[in-house]
């Protein structure tokens, strides 16, 4: 464990070196782009069912509340999540973990399915890699709510559970590189 947050210190701040930029410079394209503040926090459950703010760039526009040609870009891309590097450095994520969800579901889990509590949440995991396309695969469902709750959750619980008996740095070295084959694709 101690090894995995030094890992989380070290890359991140790397990463927001070598991201800082990068990151600064979609905030200022937000702020033209979507016509308010350019970042966008969300409450999501944590490590222990701990409450925090995730760190995103907006990519809906504050008056039409709509998803901009830029902000569809950041989303498929999935650039608009940089910013959690803050979340990885102040020790809230993990660069490896099942994503963080919104209050209603990780905290809701039942039997061996909250051992993943114990888990910090990640900014990569397999469930993210499957679900990569979420929001087009619900987008396409006669109901995604019930899609997401009686499919797409169960199976990235599974997912999660897998990762959590697996676990290892061997095994988060192999699903970061799995993450950003997975990155690359969408630039290709």
């Known amino acids: 464990m101690m090894f995995k947050r030094l890992f989380d210190l070290t890359f991140s701040i790397i990463g927001l070196l070598v991201f800082g930029w990068l990151i600064l410079l979609f905030i200022l394209i937000t702020v033209l782009d979507s016509g308010s503040y350019p970042l966008f926090f969300q409450k999501r459950i944590g490590q222990y069912g701990k409450p925090f703010n995730i760190f995103k760039i907006r990519t809906v526009h504050a008056k039409t509340r709509r998803i901009s040609t830029y902000g569809r870009f950041l989303r498929n891309s999935k650039l608009d999540e940089l910013p959690q590097l803050i979340n990885i450095l102040f020790g809230q994520m993990s660069f490896v973990g099942p994503r963080p969800d919104i209050p209603g579901y990780y905290n809701s889990l039942q039997g061996e399915a909250r051992k993943l509590l114990q888990l910090k ?36 619980v599974a997912m999660n559970l897998d990762y959590y008996h697996r676990r290892s740095i061997g095994y988060d070295i192999h699903i970061l590189r799995m993450c950003a084959k997975k990155t690359i694709k969408v630039f290709l």
């Open 121 to 156: 949440p990640g900014l990569c995991s397999m469930a993210a890699i499957k679900y990569h396309n979420e929001e087009t695969l619900l987008a396409q469902q006669l109901s995604p709510m019930d899609y997401n709750n009686k499919v797409i959750f169960p199976d990235k």
